[in-house]
């Protein structure tokens, strides 16, 4: 089988296509055929070096949409042939086939198709713990969703507006902008600009908003703070760049002042009994329809490097997978 392997962290030119053995499922452990590979911008800081170190060589990826090839012993809630979406791996998922435990996944309704299922996981896990699990988000609060036109950040804007919460969504592009209105959107503004976030203060008649969801904390919390309402909270679910380049001032007299809130948000944490909450809440919105993953470009799996250039570079609009 292929798969792409990394034998040293760094630059995106160590992720290479390589044949390896076969994998089979163990004991609670299921073998999924891969058809599309989500590229996620975690994927490409653990691969630069930067976040947990993972063991060498290792195959990136956690995300995927595909098909159950075979089951172990002792798994009962997933038959082969059932076509399902990943949100962990054993194995990773830059590859033609994966292992998984059945707890890392879930059902992909037919509705979807197999590269849509990879842009679910990390993206809409994400998105969900942020404003429901670590934000408690509620029907009529106002969110403003700060780089709405990734991965996450649609994500946050279908979930929201799902959730009855009015949504300003800020892109740097007017392709970005757009894409924000069409998943359901109240505003967008562009976050390129200066002004932005006094656009966002006018929007809400100078009350500010309730939450906002923070794509790069490294760059905008410190500001973030002033367009908050009484009571507010940040989710902080991205931030680039290691070490000191990854900080930004923040005034605590902005929090004290209305009882803010800062709140740091990474899946990896999850605990079992949430995840599996999201998943459940995640399953609904997937058949209903009011959550529509949004692939906006495919690369085969040789060029996975290409994806983690185009992550690692910013801008992207919805999500990138791999091919195999």
């Known amino acids: 089988m292929k798969a792409i392997v990394v034998h040293q962290l760094g630059p995106p030119e160590v992720l290479c296509l390589e044949d390896i053995a076969a994998l089979a499922p163990a004991w609670r452990q299921v073998l999924v055929r891969v058809r599309a590979a989500g590229v996620n911008p975690v994927d490409a800081s653990i691969r630069s070096g930067i976040g947990p170190t993972p063991r060498l060589p290792y195959t990136p990826g956690t995300d995927a949409g595909g098909v159950v090839e075979a089951t172990g012993d002792a798994v009962d809630e997933l038959s082969v042939g059932q076509r399902v979406y990943t949100h962990g791996s054993a194995t990773g998922t830059y590859a033609d086939f994966a292992l998984c435990a059945p707890e890392q996944i879930a059902p992909l309704p037919d509705s979807l198709t197999f590269a849509q299922g990879a842009a679910i996981g990390t993206p809409y896990g994400t998105a969900y713990r942020a404003l429901f699990q670590r ?26 507006v799902a959730a009855g919460l009015e949504v300003i969504g800020s892109a740097s592009t007017v392709a970005g902008r757009r894409l924000i209105l069409e998943q359901g959107a109240a505003h967008v503004v562009d976050h390129s600009l200066s002004e932005h976030g006094d656009e966002v203060l006018d929007l809400t008649d100078g009350r500010g908003v309730d939450l906002i969801l923070e794509t790069r904390s490294d760059v905008h919390l410190g500001a973030d703070l002033l367009l908050l309402s009484r009571h507010g909270r940040v989710l902080c679910v991205g931030n680039r760049g290691p070490g000191n380049e990854g900080t930004v001032a923040v005034n605590a007299r902005h929090l004290m002042r209305g009882e803010k809130t800062i709140l740091g948000v990474m899946l990896h944490h999850v605990d079992a009994t949430d995840l599996s909450a999201i998943h459940a809440a995640l399953a609904t919105g997937l058949h209903s329809g009011a959550l529509r993953p949004v692939v906006t470009r495919e690369y085969p799996l040789s060029q996975a490097a290409a994806a983690h250039r185009a992550v690692a570079a910013g801008h992207t609009r919805g999500k990138l997978v791999l091919l195999p």
Do not use: I, K, W
Not at 135 to 155: C, I, K, Q
């Open 135 to 160: 934000g408690s988000a509620r029907s009529g609060e106002r969110l403003f969703v700060h780089g709405a036109s990734g991965g996450v950040g649609l994500a946050a804007v279908q979930l929201a």
